[in-house]
Structure formats: C-alpha cells, structure tokens
C-alpha cells in the first residue's frame, strides 16, 4: 500500500528526473528473469542526489513511525536496501543491520550482519519490491533468527499481485513511497510519455511475462 498519494507522484516525478526510473515501451529492457520489460528501475541512483536522498529518508521515518510505530532495530535487505536503511536508522536514532543475499562464506559465516537481540522488533527496509521474493527471504531470516516484524517499507513496488500474495502468505504488512501505477501517471502528466506509451504501460502491468510476445 501506498503511505500517501502526494508522497508517491513527488517521488514518481523525483525518480525520473534523475532516471533512476527509466521507461522504454517502444525498446524494452530485459530483466534477469528474462521478461521483457518498458521499465528499468535502479534507486541506488538516488543515493548520488542529496536533496532526493534527504525526501526519501524523512518520506521513510514518517511512514514507518505512522504504520509501524518506533522499532527497536532497522534491517536493510542487501544490496538496494542497505544505505537506505542506514540512512532511516540514522534519522531514527536506531541500531541497524542487514540482511546478506545469502551466507557469508567465510570468517562466521553471517547471513546477518551486525548486533540484535531475540525478541526486538524490527521494520525492513527495501529500495524495490518486485515479485517479493528477496523481501520474504530476508523476512524468514529475521524471524528465523528470534526477531519480530512491523513490517516492511520500500522505495518502489511494481504492484504486481504475486507480490501482493507473498507478503499475505508470509503475514508480513508492507508499504511503499511510490509504486508503478503512480509513476505512469506521473509520466504522462510531465510528457515522459505519450497516450499510446500509456497503454503499452499499462497492458505490461496487466502480463510482464507476456507482454512482449503480444506486441509481436
């Protein structure tokens, strides 16, 4: 869900001015699943602009501490959501950890890094929702490890309803800054996009696995 509508279309608007969000329906990207996609998005770009970095922090503080209340710990999810993390717990006055894409395979072989205790609670801390996956995985660990989740907070959600089902199966409350639906909004009210890009957008969002193979 989104924390607050204003909030999302000044970020939308933020996120492509920057081109952290680029959209190319007519010369679509590939991701690494191998859809084919109209949009590319990369939010570490935000960290390189401190007047956009410095909205998405105080953006972060407010909406967690309104959802969530104040935890006791941050954790970000590697890598997007660790300077993004450090940046809230910084704001927040809070301790803060991460979570590894998988274990260290060294030394302790940490798949968390940094000092908690079992029992604190926790809010998690993302740049990207996609499918969910990674956001769940990082989740599981937490839990697994004895500490309890608020809930999650990210950047950007493609909105996609897999992601949507994951966080419900996984009873893990989430929202975001922004997500796609907005952005293309956003897009064709600032002329980064005509009527037509609009509907390509938008059939996309409807089937990204599909959705090239329709334009053929």
């Known amino acids: 869900m989104i924390h607050n509508k204003d909030t999302a279309f000044r970020i939308a608007d933020e996120l492509l001015k920057i081109k952290a969000i ?40 407010a909406a967690i501490l309104a959802h969530y209340g104040k935890p006791d710990i941050i954790a970000g999810v590697a890598t997007g ?20 894409n998988a274990p260290k395979e060294h030394g302790m072989g940490n798949l968390i890094e940094g000092l908690y205790e079992k029992g604190q609670k926790v809010v998690v801390v993302e ?8 956001s769940i995985k990082a989740v599981e660990s937490l839990r697994e490890a004895g500490l ?14 897999v992601a949507d089902l994951s966080f419900k199966k996984a009873e893990c409350h989430h929202i975001t800054l922004s997500d ?24 996309w969002k409807e089937n990204p696995s599909k959705w090239h193979n329709s334009m053929s």
């Open 22 to 61: 680029k959209l190319r329906p007519q010369n679509p990207f590939t991701w690494a699943s191998g859809w084919k996609s109209p949009i590319y998005c990369d939010n570490r770009i935000t960290l390189s602009f401190p007047a956009v970095r410095t909205y998405i922090r105080q953006e972060f503080c």
């Open 81 to 100: 959501g660790v300077p993004q993390g450090v940046l809230v717990a910084q704001e927040l006055g809070l301790p803060f950890i991460y979570i590894r």
């Open 127 to 134: 740049d990207l929702i996609s499918t969910g996956g990674s």
């Open 148 to 161: 309890i989740i608020k809930g999650l907070a990210a950047i950007f959600s493609y909105g996609f309803s």
């Open 180 to 203: 796609y639906s907005t952005l293309i909004e956003q897009a064709l009210s600032s002329n980064y996009i005509t009527e037509d890009d609009l509907l390509e957008l938008r059939k």
